[in-house]
Nanobody, 119 residues
Framework: QVQLVESGGGLVQPGGSLRLSCAAS????????MHWYRQAPGKPRELVASISIGGRTNYTDSVKGRFTISRNNAKKTGYLQMNSLKPEDTAVYYCNAVVLDFSNWADYWGQGTQVTVSS
C-alpha cells in the first residue's frame, strides 16, 4: 500500500513563504513524475508544478519565479517552496505522483494540505 502525505501548509501573510513536503511511504519501489496541484473554493483543480525523475520542472504561469518544485529521490519526498505568496495562492494543495508499487506503475494522490494567504 502506497501513501503520499503532504505537510507544511498553514496561514501566512502576503509576501510570506511556505515549504510543502510530500512524503511517499509503503511499497514504493520508484517514483516517476511528481506534481503539485491546488484547488481553491469554487474553482477546478489546477496543476501548479511538475518535476520529472530527472529533475526537469514545469510551472503554471501564475507561480513562475515564486515557486520552486524539487525532490529527494533517496528520501522519496517532493517539495514545493512557495515564496512571495499572494492571497490568490490560497487553496488546498495536493501532491500527485506516479509510483512503482511492486510491479505496477500507478497514480497516487495525497490528502491535501491547506494554504491560506491572508493578512
Amino acid at each position: 500500500q502506497v501513501q503520499l502525505v503532504e505537510s507544511g501548509g498553514g496561514l501566512v501573510q502576503p509576501g510570506g513563504s511556505l515549504r510543502l513536503s510530500c512524503a511517499a511511504s509503503g511499497s514504493v519501489f520508484g517514483i516517476d513524475v511528481m506534481h503539485w496541484y491546488r484547488q481553491a473554493p469554487g474553482k477546478p483543480r489546477e496543476l501548479v508544478a511538475s518535476i520529472s525523475i530527472g529533475g526537469r520542472t514545469n510551472y503554471t504561469d501564475s507561480v513562475k519565479g515564486r515557486f520552486t518544485i524539487s525532490r529527494n529521490n533517496a528520501k522519496k519526498t517532493g517539495y514545493l517552496q512557495m515564496n512571495s505568496l499572494k492571497p490568490e495562492d490560497t487553496a488546498v494543495y495536493y501532491c500527485n505522483a506516479v509510483v512503482l508499487d511492486f510491479s505496477n506503475w500507478a497514480d497516487y494522490w495525497g490528502q491535501g494540505t491547506q494554504v491560506t494567504v491572508s493578512s
